[in-house]
């Protein structure tokens, strides 16, 4: 078991604003947000405020948005489209076998060594191509009971030496709650390592405070946290303080992001993002192929231009700087590479 280095007590520069109340003043509603960006001449294409997902998006993010450009890539990853109501064969509800692998409540065990848990059922943003926009969190919340059906879980399975927090987002939780399953994980002794996947720090990067980088920083485990962004002009110095604070944690960070139709199926865009990534001390992992869940077939980019924009990396770019391009397919042993 590996202990935490002095580094993991450093949390610098830790952000004033409280991410709780940050998070309450997130942008809910779809005109407010296009009177933010001089754009209500486009509220009458907006679809009905009921219509399922709803629209939330941190003001910090929205402030990284071009002001009256209706094609910024940030707005596009976050704004409701009528074209999401349209029944597209093929685009499902649960489109990468999610309830197939789950083993336990908020338990889904996919690939060899690693289970993955359902932490939360809360997001800062809402991303319009989200996998998991339909998945049915009520039921499958693993920290529910102070993570009790996770941690049985974990302990009968001793082939399982990462546990991977996902969600929704698992930094919605309170550090409280991440402290509860750091005294449970402590009873684990075959979990070597802890992988965190989360947006928070780049569209709320005030979650990545003291309290938080003090209790992973501690933690005695290998620590993995992946972020997601999709666009370089998602990263700003808000992003960069928050990622370095990560780093002080002794976690390695990554990134995955998923290629999305006009917002950065661009060979330029996607360079620019992993350099912007690496200035910011973090490595491009994953690029995914949209994953083909109801409402986000609008957002798909073709295998073969998918292929190609890659390839358009790889000459451009140092081989540690372009992404993974994978697809995941439920029931497989590992994510597919194209
Ligand atoms: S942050 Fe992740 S889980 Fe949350 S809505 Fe976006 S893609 Fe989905």
Request: hydrophobic share 45%.
């Amino acid at each position: 078991m590996i202990t935490a280095s002095p580094a993991a007590r450093i949390t610098p520069d830790a952000p004033a604003a409280d991410w709780r109340q940050l998070w309450r003043e997130a942008v809910t509603d779809a005109g407010e947000l296009l009177d933010l960006l001089g754009l209500q001449h486009l509220a009458g294409q907006l679809p009905p405020a009921d219509a399922g997902f709803q629209l939330r998006v941190p003001r910090g993010f929205v402030a990284r948005m071009r002001h009256g450009d209706p094609r910024d890539p940030l707005l596009l990853q976050v704004l409701p489209q009528l074209v999401e109501l349209d029944e597209v064969p093929g685009f499902v509800t649960d489109a990468v076998g999610d309830m197939a692998a789950r083993e336990a409540r908020g338990v889904l065990h996919k690939y060899h060594g690693r289970a993955l848990l359902i932490a939360s059922g809360s997001c800062a943003i809402n991303c319009r191509y989200c996998f998991r926009r339909h998945f049915p969190y009520g039921e499958e919340m693993a920290a529910a009971g102070q993570w009790k059906q996770a941690l049985e879980h974990l302990r009968q399975d001793p082939s399982i030496s990462e546990l991977i927090l996902s969600g929704g987002d698992p930094l919605a939780l309170a550090t409280t709650k991440l402290e509860e399953l750091g005294r449970g994980l402590a009873e684990l002794p075959q979990v070597i390592r802890l992988r965190i996947h989360s947006r928070l720090p780049v569209v709320l990067p005030e979650r990545i405070d003291a309290a938080f980088t003090g209790w992973l920083g501690a933690l005695p485990l290998q620590k993995v946290v992946v972020l997601h962004a999709n666009h370089a002009n998602e990263l700003d110095a808000s992003v960069d303080a928050a990622c370095a604070r990560l780093r002080a944690t002794g976690a390695t960070v990554l990134n995955q992001s998923v290629l999305l139709r006009g917002v950065n199926d661009d060979a330029d865009a996607l360079a620019e993002l992993s350099e912007r990534l690496f200035a910011a001390g973090v490595l491009p992992y994953y690029l995914h192929q949209l994953d083909r869940v109801q409402g986000a077939a609008h957002f798909e980019v073709d295998d073969h231009r998918a292929l190609v924009l890659v390839e358009a990396l790889r000459t451009h770019l140092p081989g540690y700087l372009v992404p993974r391009l994978v697809r995941e397919v439920g029931g497989d042993a590992s994510k597919r590479p194209l």
